[in-house]
């Protein structure tokens, strides 16, 4: 196993087994959701709206200041 790992590594395919475990786990949870009933589900469901609408909210605050900086620096770059 260890060879088979180190293998991987040197052909750079260990990423991609580590991102196919994490979609399986993914799956194998959403499918436990799905068994759930309507009131647990929609309450899951909108636990993870919570989330994803948070980490929106994180990139919108990030991107504009972000781009705040680069235009800034465009503009002493171009002053100097």
Do not use: C, Y
């Not at 929106?56 to 002053?79: I, M």
């Amino acid at each position: 196993m260890k060879r088979e790992v180190a293998r991987l590594k040197s052909i750079g395919g260990l990423r991609n087994i580590n991102i196919k475990a994490t979609d399986t786990r993914m799956q194998r949870r959403l499918q436990q959701i799905e068994k759930l009933d309507t009131t647990d589900k929609r309450q899951v469901l909108q636990l993870i709206d919570a989330f994803i609408e948070r980490d929106q909210l994180k990139r919108d605050v990030r991107e504009p200041a972000a781009k705040k900086k680069t235009a800034s620096a465009h503009r002493s770059a171009s002053r100097g």
